[in-house]
C-alpha cells in the first residue's frame, strides 16, 4: 500500500518514513523544502530515507494546487500522513502571512485531495498541544475546550482540526488530528529549546531561559511519537451517521511533564558543562505548561511512551556530535 506523506523531510516526516518503509509500505514523499531553517538539515533527512527502494520523493509546495494536483495525478494512495505545516510559536509572530499560506491553504488543498480519492483509507495531520493555549486544567484532554489559543500559529492548527471535521461531516472522509506534544530527538528542529541550550552550551554562550525558568513541557522523543502515528495508521475512526462522522484528535505526548530547568541540568550532566543561564519574562505566544492526557491512545491503540527525558537527551547529543562534525 502506498503512503502519501507530506512534509517527509522535516523531523517527525523523516522519522515515520523511515519506519513505514522498513515496515514494508511505499512512501510517496512531497516537502517544500523552506529555508526556515538550515536546509541542509533537510536534505540530510532525505538522504537518510533514499537507500529504500520504495521512497519517492518530489519537492512540491502543497499551497500551490496545481502543482500538488500534478504531483498526486494517477497516483493510488491509501493513507495521507499530512506532517507538512509551517511550525513554530514565535515565528509566526515575525512571518504570519507563511502560516496562512502552509498551514491553512496547503491544509485545505490537502483535503481536497482526500476528497477526491476514492482509495483513501484514513488521513492522519499533525495538529499541536499549542492548540490548548490559555487554558489552566492540566493534563489537557481532547475534551477540553480550545477556542482561546494564544498565538497564530495556534490558530491554525485549531483552524485544521475544524476543516478536518467539516470534510469528515460532509465526505466521510476518516480523520485523525494528532496534537504533538513538544517533540525531541535526533535529526530534531534547531529552533528548538534542546537544540539552541546545546548549541548554545558547546560554544560557551549564554542560554535565554524564559518566565525565568517557571516552566514545564511534556518532552516527547520522537521514537514514542512515530509508534503513536504508525500504530494508528490502520485504527481509523468509524463513521457512526451524520451525527457523528469518521473524526477524532488524540494527543500524542510522554505524559510527564518536566520543568525547563530539568532539561538545563540534563544537558549539563550530559555535556559535562555548566549552562550561562540568562533568567527572562514570558515570550508572546508561550505558554507555562503542557502535559498531555493519553488515556484514549492507550484504549486505541495500547500506546506507552518508552523514553525518558534522562534518557532521550543523551541520544540527541551523541546524534548532534556526529551530526555537526559531519558538516
Known sequence: MTILLTGVAGFVGMHVAKRLLANGFKVFGIDNITSYYDVALKKGRLQELEPYADFEFQKVDIADEESLKTAL?????????????QAGVRY???????????????????????????NLQHFIYASSSSVYGGNKELPYSTDQSVDRPVSLYAATKKSNELMAHSYSHLY??????????????????????????????????????????????DFTYIDDVVDGVVKLLPVAPQDKGMEQPPYRVVNIGN???????????????????????EFLPMQKGDVKETFANIDPMRELVGYEPQTSLAQGIPLFVDWYREFIERE
Open 172 to 217: 466521510r472522509i476518516p480523520s485523525t488530528g494528532l496534537r504533538f506534544f513538544t517533540v525531541y530527538g535526533p535529526w530534531g528542529r534547531p529552533d528548538m529549546a534542546y537544540w539552541l541550550f546545546t548549541e548554545a552550551m558547546l560554544a560557551g554562550k549564554t542560554i535565554k531561559i524564559f518566565n525565568n525558568g517557571d516552566m514545564k513541557r
Open 255 to 277: 505524559n510527564k511533564p518536566e520543568a525547563l530547568m530539568e532539561l538545563v541540568s540534563t544537558l549539563e550532566k550530559t555535556l559535562d558543562v555548566k549552562a550561562n543561564l
Open 73 to 85: 495525478s494517477g497516483r493510488e494512495i491509501h493513507y495521507v500522513v499530512h506532517l507538512a505545516a
Open 92 to 118: 509566526s509572530l515575525e512571518n504570519p502571512h507563511s502560516y496562512a499560506h502552509s498551514n491553512l491553504t496547503g491544509f485545505l488543498n490537502i483535503l481536497e485531495f482526500c476528497r477526491h480519492n476514492s
